[in-house]
């Protein structure tokens, strides 16, 4: 998990996965309903989704923190992969 232009501080297990192509398979009435106590968000989240093509739902199952580890990330993901390099 990792801070807004910062470090990662965290890691994350995760659980099941759910991908969605929002009209053809669900709704995005259809998703809210089913993942909303979940997700935990304000209705300014749903409304923002309004136009969106795709929904992906991430189960997170464990959290643990870690000390701060700086990583060069300049996309928009939620998330990073790190892997051990030669020598770790």
Known sequence: LKKSS???????????VWGFEIGAEKSLGEIREEFAERVCAELAFWEGC???????MIEIVQVGEVG????????????????????A
């Open 6 to 16: 910062g470090a990662v501080v965290g890691v994350a297990e995760v659980g099941r």
């Open 50 to 56: 309004a136009r969106a093509r795709y929904a992906t």
């Open 68 to 87: 701060e580890i700086r990583c060069e990330k300049k996309d928009r993901r939620a998330w990073v992969v790190l892997r051990r390099g030669k020598g």
